[in-house]
């Protein structure tokens, strides 16, 4: 079960995270979680986004490149050693590219996970007994 993550590619100037997120918001669009990276002269920036793909058309009419990837959404504790326990799970059959917190709330603590071979991850997971978000569930997340 995948959900669909926004990556966006940003100059790294004064005023493009803002004007990223203005396009966002202009276009009624929540950002869920978001991460970003980047190097001296480019961001990427990741996001969870409420309607993924509208956000790809609000963001090229505002002149920037963006795309959508397939990533995994997992719920697990949250506590100590949940990340090490989760990653000792996937690490056995899969590569983890990257991942980034999505969200927590109480006993639950959230994660993207961005591996290869996705399908893999997904059913490497699922026989451990995680919970992967559906998209309905990750895009309406709330804080």
Known sequence: MFIKQLSVFIENTQGNLSRVTDALAANNINIISLSLADTSDFGLLRMIVSEPEKSVEALKNNGFMAKLADVIAVKTANESGAIQKLLSVISKSVNVEYMYILSTSGA????????????????????????????????????
């Open 108 to 143: 639950t603590a959230s994660v993207i996970i961005k591996a290869t071979p996705a399908d893999d991850a997904v059913k490497t997971l699922t026989d451990a007994g995680y919970t992967l978000y559906t998209p309905e569930e990750a895009y309406s997340l709330q804080a």
